[in-house]
């Protein structure tokens, strides 16, 4: 459990989780700071600007009409003359006829200068020509951004335009600020060369106002403009507050939208993180399956790719390695094998050496004076000089055949009449042996294979049977084919061989007889070489004990009747 709150601790989804909602609350926290410090200095910079735009254009209106010769007062009546002429004019075509509603609606401007609205028809498009008024300018101002102007001739004190209900109190301020009468508790924001602009708090409406003051360029008409700002703490509170539950909502909201974003991305990354440390235990068998094309998809396709190349490698390496094992072992055998072999070799040719040295040197020394001594003698180096040529042949045979360097020559023969004529060879050994032969083969039974040696393997057999003959003193040899096999069995009665010495008969110079005496002569290479020219006819042999004796046998490749065919021709063809 500890380790499974570790792992979500280091989890990349609630780390990028963490830095999402860290973000969003470091956003608010600066949106917070920014409305405190420095949303109140911009508002009031805003409406600045505003005020400043407002005197340079209305000033520009005034200095046009000023240096075309006309007077502002004048200006002023005759623009507004105008604008009702043609807002009568607008309402006559658009009422029906009879009605004087618009007639009746309609009013003038009073005395003090003061311009009531007219009504407004619906449909009514304004006259593009009065937006370029003084009083269009005006106008303008005090439509969009709540500024009431008014404006007084300095010479006469008289009002020339008041746009605004709060007209009079304007227009017996600005007096006072331009004759100095009464206390100023304004803040100067910017002054100029003919106004400044000031915020000053109105204590009838408990409000705070922007008000531009002073003289046009003409200077000779005054002017005061106001602006109520609204109450900038309050609107910065409010839109804090606003912010602060906005941010909440968002950043549950999004919390729970980067759950589950996240999930795309960490469950691809889980699953390669889970490939990954299988590939880490060696198991190549697991795939990362997502057909996703990103960044993601790609990585997982290539560790796929490295899978199976890793896959490839390591088994090519653990086959190497298993290779170079058995190479080993092998080796390992072969060097066992090579100094059993030098020590089967030297003890095999250590007693005729050491008979033909004795025998040798007692003729040299003359312990031999009569014929029949030395006869016996030189019969006695020759019979071991005999055992040891016919050992070393063996030996070359056995070399040759392990090599490969004689490989059988294949040909069709009948193995019936080969067995026949061994044993008919071998009839006066036998008697002395006091051997009872029963022979049992076909009186045909061609097989396939090089009949030299086969010879050599059938006589190998005989002689062991003869060798090891006990008992009923029965030797019994018969042949049987079963399909394309031919199997011939040589049987004699004797003691059975153990049965953990039956696999290691077929090795060189092992004997069963553990004090290898020379009782009968082998040297243990004979059936060394049955097996090397059995394996070199891919064919087998084997040994198993029977009730009252031991039994050999060797397979051999059943001629096809077409080749028993061509050798009886043969046969024919020589007689």
């Known amino acids: 459990m500890k380790r499974n709150k570790r792992n979500q601790r280091h989890s990349i989804r609630y780390r990028i989780m963490a830095i999402f909602i860290g973000l969003m609350a470091v956003m608010l926290f600066a949106i917070w700071v920014v409305n405190n410090w420095w949303l109140e200095p911009y508002y009031l910079n805003q409406r600045l600007g505003v005020m400043e735009d407002a005197y340079t254009n209305i000033n520009a209106v005034i200095m046009e009409k000023v240096n075309a010769g006309e007077n502002i007062g004048d200006l002023i009546q005759k623009e507004a003359a105008r604008e009702w002429a043609l807002w009568g004019e607008a309402s006559r075509k658009d009422d029906e006829p009879g009605n004087d509603a618009a007639d009746d609606d309609a009013e003038k401007p ?8 007219p009504r407004r028809r619906s449909d009514q498009t304004p006259d593009p020509e009065q937006d370029n008024t003084l009083l269009g300018a005006i106008r303008s101002y005090g439509e969009k951004n709540n500024i009431t102007t008014v404006l007084i001739d300095s010479n006469t004190g008289s009002a020339l335009l008041s746009s605004g209900r709060e007209s009079d109190f304007l227009a017996q301020k600005v007096q006072r600020y331009v004759l100095g009468k009464g206390e100023n508790r304004a803040t100067t924001m910017k002054k100029h060369k003919n106004y400044v602009v000031e915020t000053n708090y109105d204590f009838r409406t408990n409000s705070i106002y922007m008000e531009s003051w002073g003289f046009f360029s003409d200077n000779s008409t005054l002017f005061i ?7 900038i ?30 999930n795309r991305v960490t469950k691809p990354l889980m699953k ?50 298993r290779q170079l094992q058995h190479d ?22 250590k007693t005729p050496i050491a008979l033909i040295q004795g025998y040798a040197e007692g003729l040299t020394e003359g312990m031999c004076e009569d014929e029949e001594s030395r006869d016996y003698y030189c019969e006695v180096i020759m019979d071991e000089a005999n055992k040891m040529n016919k050992m070393v042949k063996q030996l070359l045979t056995l070399t040759a055949l392990e090599f490969g360097n004689d490989t059988p020559v294949l040909e069709t023969f009948d193995v019936a009449e080969l067995i026949r004529e061994l044993v008919n060879s071998a009839s006066i050994l036998m008697q002395q042996k006091e051997a009872n032969v029963k022979l049992e083969v076909p009186e045909e039974l061609f097989v396939t294979g ?8 059938v006589t190998n057999y005989l002689t062991n049977a003869m060798n090891h003959l006990d008992g009923e003193r029965r030797i019994q040899i018969w042949a049987d084919q079963r399909e394309n096999k031919v199997t011939v069995h040589i049987f004699n009665t004797g003691s059975p061989i153990p049965e953990e010495d039956l696999p290691n008969l077929w090795t060189k110079f092992y004997k069963v007889d553990k004090a290898r005496t020379r009782a009968y002569g082998g040297s243990g290479i004979g059936l060394s070489i049955v097996r090397a020219i059995m394996d070199a006819h891919h064919q087998t042999c084997g040994v198993c004990n029977r009730e009252d004796g031991v039994e050999f046998w060797f397979t051999l490749e059943a001629a096809r009747p077409e080749h028993q065919a061509e050798n009886e021709l043969a046969g024919n063809a020589e007689i």
Do not use: C, W
């Not at 403009?225 to 109450?231: E, K, N, R, T, W």
């Open 225 to 231: 403009m106001s602006m109520p700002l609204a109450s």
């Open 233 to 262: 703490r309050d609107s910065v509170a409010l839109s804090n507050r606003f912010t602060t539950y906005v941010g909440l909502i968002a950043l549950v909201l999004g919390g729970v939208l980067m759950y589950f974003a996240t």
């Open 110 to 117: 009073d005395d003090s200068g003061n311009l009531p609205k």
């Open 272 to 321: 390669l993180a889970d490939v990954s440390k299988e590939m880490s235990n060696l198991n190549f068998d697991v795939a990362y399956e997502d057909d996703a094309q990103d960044e993601i998809g790609d990585l997982g396709r290539s560790m796929n790719v490295l899978s199976t190349t890793l896959k490839d490698t390591i088994g090519a390496l653990q086959e190497a390695n």
């Open 328 to 349: 080993i072992e092998e080796k390992i055998q072969i060097d066992e094998m090579r100094k059993e072999f030098i020590a089967n070799v030297s003890h095999e040719l």
């Open 450 to 457: 090089d009949e030299f040696k086969i010879e050599e393997v």
